[in-house]
């Protein structure tokens, strides 16, 4: 089994990463492959009474996370060129009833160079210094990537050199100047640890509802850590990050909004100040069963004082190669991803509890 390089970067989120992909065929010296992962989930809701949209407790199981992908690798003249396709079955939106594709990724690697639609420049700084989780909808949270909306951008340049990655992607702010931009230097160390500084920058909306407010913008940005420390059975985990115009990034901003179409980093003109950070620990009890905690924490410069706090537990167990079986419980104090009606329990004010079965190919 051949893991594609950008898979292999993001390792450490296990289920939010790309699954490796298996060759099939070689024909004119291009190398084809496929992969991707089949997910069975069940997740019982248990929200606040005061969730939103008056929420209950409910049972909802799905298979429509299953993915499929497929690469392409060739040498020409001394430049190695590889593509890589990816999809699920969420292109329904969030309607359970329609279960249509939808691209999650689809990008060229030239040498250094990736170019196309896959991850921002945000979430190769946290991911893969971040434990792991089973929640589809709530890795990131705590970290600049803790947003699903803007974590795979519509065009994004990855420029890699060594321990060194330079981002230009497409702007959230629609009427911005110029990209959204990340620089991201990492150290890597035997043992599994290593660590990922990272600078953000971006021109911000200042308008309280609108991210295409052309003639009223500023540039808004801030700082990222995250690393990780291998200690043998036991890792720990850690990240922070704090600044302005990073509520589209980090998935929470200004009064509790959830960082997606509206800006969530302005109040009364002004953007606003927000940090965040994590930690967690996991335990490999043997080659098979690895246990997990992580907390999170946001607080937003805001006159109400918004913040978030958020809490994972999960167990995962390798029955055999290429199938884990978890469970996973969470909880947290904000409704993000639950404030609409097209939206319900996604990541509700209240508690949460996953069982999964996931087999990658």
Do not use: C
């Amino acid at each position: 089994m051949k893991k594609h390089t950008l898979a292999l970067a993001i390792a450490s989120s296990v289920l939010a990463s790309a699954a490796g992909a298996g060759q099939v065929a070689e024909m004119n010296g291009v190398k084809y492959s496929v992969g991707g992962y089949i997910k069975a989930e069940g997740v019982f809701n248990r929200p606040d009474a005061d969730a939103a949209n008056g929420v209950t407790n409910t049972f909802d199981a799905t298979a429509r996370q299953s993915r499929l992908n497929f690469k392409t690798e060739r040498e020409v003249d001394g430049h190695k060129i590889s593509t890589f396709i990816e999809g699920d079955f969420y292109g329904g939106y969030f309607n359970s009833a329609t279960y249509n594709w939808r691209l999650r990724h689809a990008y060229m690697q030239i040498d250094k160079v990736t170019l196309g639609q896959t991850w921002n420049g945000a979430f190769f700084a946290t991911a893969p210094m971040d434990a792991a989780q089973i929640n589809f909808w709530g890795p990131g949270l705590g970290t600049i990537s803790g947003n699903g909306g803007t974590v795979r951008s519509n065009l994004v340049m990855h420029y890699t050199s060594g321990p060194i990655r330079i981002s230009l992607q497409d702007p959230v702010n629609t009427g911005a100047g110029f990209p959204d931009m990340v620089a991201a230097y990492t150290q890597r160390f035997e043992g599994g640890s290593g660590f990922t500084v990272a600078a953000v920058g971006r021109d911000v909306a200042q308008g309280d509802g609108s991210n295409n407010d052309r003639e009223n913008s500023v540039f808004g940005g801030g700082a990222s850590f995250a690393g990780k420390l291998g200690l043998g059975d036991v890792t720990l985990y850690g990240s922070a990050y704090t600044g302005k115009g990073l509520g589209v990034f980090s998935g929470f901003g200004v009064n509790g909004a959830y960082g997606g179409p509206k800006n969530s980093d302005a109040q009364d003109g002004e953007l606003v100040q927000q940090t965040g950070y994590t930690a967690a620990v996991a335990y490999k009890f043997d080659t098979k069963t690895t246990a997990t905690i992580r907390m999170a924490h946001i607080g937003v410069d805001d006159t109400a004082d918004s913040e978030l706090n958020a809490m994972n537990a999960n167990v995962i167990y390798n029955y055999t190669k290429g199938l884990d079986l978890g469970i996973e419980f969470r909880k947290q104090d904000v409704d993000t991803l639950n404030n609409t009606s097209t939206l319900p329990n996604l990541r509700p004010k209240g508690k949460q509890l996953e069982v999964m079965a996931i087999y990658k190919f």
